[in-house]
Structure formats: structure tokens, C-alpha cells
């Protein structure tokens, strides 16, 4: 994780709290419920609309709010990669590698031969104007 000290503005505060607040307001007290069947949750509305008002008022006042949520989330992202990429690494490579060494394929011309006096590739001269336009 990024040892990164970051000071938010007030801005980012009030961002914050209208992300977080409507989030828990509308959407986790009405909208779910109402899919759900279900009436709304005063709880999440209340507290959604309390972190809504507090960003409006006094943005500070959601510093260590801010801080708690960055810490989850930076936290998460962490995990959240190593699975990711072990779920690569175990379900993509690992079956390529294995099948691409049953089939005794050598992408990367790896296989020693003994009587070969170099490894070299010869490759084909270009012309000067090549490095003129390389894309």
C-alpha cells in the first residue's frame, strides 16, 4: 500500500459526503428495499442524510470519516489485487503452460542444441529511413 500522506480539501470532502451519503440514502434505504419488496430504512436514510448535511455545513468535520474510509478501501484494493492476479495466474497461465508442454512447444527457443555454434538471430538490414517515422 502507498504510504502517501493526503490531505483533503474541503471540496473533496463534500465529495465525498454526497457520494457516501446518497449512496446509503438512496440506494441502500430506498431503492434496495423497494426491489426487495420491502419498506424503506429510516436507519440508512437518516444516517446517509446526516453525512449529506455534515459535507454541507461543516466539510471537516468528515476528515476522519474520509480517512477510516480510505484506509478500507486502500486495504481492500490490496487483497482485492492479489486475488485477482492469483485467479490469473493459477486459471490462465498454468493451463497454457501446461498444455503448450504436453504439445513440447518453445516459444521462447529455449532448447539447447548442441551442435549449433551460435544463438544468434540474423536479422535483416533496414534502411536509415526506418528510425525516421518508428510508428
Not at 440514502?25 to 437518516?46: A, K
Request: charged share 20%; with cysteine.
Amino acid at each position: 500500500m502507498k504510504n502517501e500522506k493526503h490531505n483533503p480539501s474541503s471540496q473533496d470532502l463534500k465529495k465525498f459526503s454526497y457520494i457516501v451519503g446518497g449512496v446509503l440514502s438512496v440506494v441502500f434505504g430506498g431503492f434496495i428495499p423497494y426491489l426487495n419488496r420491502g419498506s424503506w430504512n429510516p436507519i440508512l436514510v437518516s444516517i446517509g442524510l446526516g453525512i449529506l448535511l455534515i459535507g454541507l455545513v461543516f466539510p471537516k468535520g468528515l476528515f476522519y470519516p474520509y480517512k477510516l474510509w480510505m484506509l478500507i478501501g486502500e486495504t481492500l484494493g490490496w487483497i482485492n489485487t492479489r486475488i485477482i492476479l492469483s485467479f490469473i495466474f493459477f486459471f490462465l497461465f498454468t493451463p497454457i503452460g501446461i498444455i503448450k508442454k504436453i504439445f513440447g512447444t518453445d516459444s521462447m527457443k529455449r532448447k539447447l542444441e548442441p551442435k549449433a555454434d551460435t544463438y544468434r538471430i540474423v536479422c535483416s538490414e533496414r534502411p536509415a529511413e526506418h528510425m525516421e517515422r518508428p510508428f
